[in-house]
C-alpha cells in the first residue's frame, strides 16, 4: 500500500487568514485527494495526492509549496541523505531561513 505523500506550503503573511482559506478553495477546486493536517502560522502541512505546482500558479497568496521528506527537531543529516536516495534525488539544494524569528538556535549557515 502506497502511503500518503506530506507537503508544505509556505503562506503569504499579508493577512491572518486569507491564505489558508485559498489553499483549502484551491485543494478542492483542483480536484485534490488531500487535506490539511496543520496549520502554522504561515505554514501549512497537507497530506494527501495534489499537484502543487498547479495550485502554486493559481494562488495569490501561497509562495511556494513542495514535498516534506522530514520534520526534524536536531536535524539529522544521514536519514535526510537516506530519504533523498528513497526519491531518487541525486542532487539537492539546502536552503535555510527562519520565518518571522522561529527556530533561532538553528545555525543555518552549517546546515547549508
Keep these: 500500500m502506497f502511503s500518503l505523500q506530506k507537503y508544505y506550503a509556505l503562506l503569504s503573511g499579508l493577512h491572518p487568514t486569507l491564505p489558508k482559506a485559498e489553499l483549502e478553495s484551491l485543494i478542492e ?21 495534489l499537484n502543487a505546482e498547479n495550485i502554486v500558479k493559481r494562488s495569490g497568496y501561497i509562495k511556494e509549496m513542495g514535498y516534506i521528506l522530514g520534520i526534524y527537531e536536531d536535524i539529522d543529516y544521514h536519514d535526510i541523505i537516506k530519504k533523498l536516495k528513497e526519491y531518487g534525488i541525486k542532487e539537492a539544494r539546502v ?4 520565518y518571522k524569528g522561529y527556530s533561532s538556535h538553528i545555525n543555518i549557515p552549517s546546515v547549508e
Design 29 to 49: 477546486v483542483t480536484n485534490s485527494k488531500a487535506k490539511i493536517i496543520y496549520g502554522f502560522d504561515g505554514v501549512s502541512i497537507i497530506e494527501g495526492y
Design 95 to 98: 536552503k535555510g531561513f527562519r
